[in-house]
Each structure stands twice: as C-alpha cells, then as structure tokens.
C-alpha cells in the first residue's frame, strides 16, 4: 500500500515520461524540417522533464520502496519483459542523452548526429514503456 501523501508520484511519473515522449518525437519532426532552435528548446525540455521523473522516480521508491506486480498468467512474462527491458535502457540512456544534447548544444553536428541515431529511438523507447508499466502496474493490475 502506497502511503497517501506519496500516491500521486505513480502519475507524476507517467505524466513526466509522456511529456518526455512528446517532446521527444515533436523535436524530431522540427529538425527533419530544419527548425534548429525549435528542435534545440524541445530537447533541452526533453532533458528536463526526464531528468524530473528520474528525481520523482528514486525520491518516491527511497520513500515508499518496491510496488509489488499483481498480474498473473499472461501477464507476468510480458510485464517483466517490458519492465527489465525498460530499465536496462533507462540505465544506458542517461549517458547517452547527455552525451547528445552536449554535442548538439556546442555545435558538433556530425557527432551530434552519429550519437542521437542511438539515443532518440532508445530514449523513445524508454518514455514510452515508463507509461505502459505504470499503467500495468497501477490500472491493469490495480493494488486496490
């Protein structure tokens, strides 16, 4: 059981993560039409609204711990696959976008490039999967 005055941190969470998600995929269509300042704001507010949700994330699990997988059957082997395979890639991105915004921001274009080939599918990925879990953790599978 969630202790009260940590249960809306679940829906901060996925709220942080889709805006993550949008944000990421509206800074691709502006730079695919050459909207470089556009493009720059949408990443950088990409980067804060992840870097929030990382904050919420390890602030509500140091205050209320692991949240227990109710799910049964089916479920549970496609939950933990989501949930494992989020996580590795959270790990792996957090580098890795900062490594790209950097060369983005001082105008290291190529690298920039060659480096956010990587990150933007993955950081997508990872925003998008962060909201699936919480939706099978906290409304498919409800704790009650």
Do not use: D
Request: hydrophobic share 55%; with cysteine; net charge positive.
């Amino acid at each position: 059981m969630i202790p009260e005055q940590y249960a809306f941190f679940p829906a901060l969470n996925a709220t942080l993560n889709g805006t993550s998600a949008v944000l990421l995929l509206a800074g691709r269509g502006l730079i695919a039409r050459g909207r470089i300042a556009t493009h720059r704001l949408c990443m950088i507010a990409a980067v804060v609204a992840s870097s929030i949700f990382l904050g919420c994330y390890l602030f509500f699990h140091f205050k209320v711990g692991n949240i227990r997988f109710l799910g049964e059957g089916w479920a549970r082997p496609v939950y933990f696959a989501i949930l494992i395979s989020h996580v590795t890639l959270a790990i792996v991105i957090v580098p890795l976008a900062f490594i790209t915004l950097s060369r983005g921001l001082r105008a290291r274009y190529h690298k920039h490039r060659a480096i956010a080939r990587w990150t933007w599918p993955l950081w997508m990925y990872v925003s998008i999967t962060g909201v699936i879990v919480y939706f099978m953790l906290y409304h498919w599978f409800p704790h009650s």
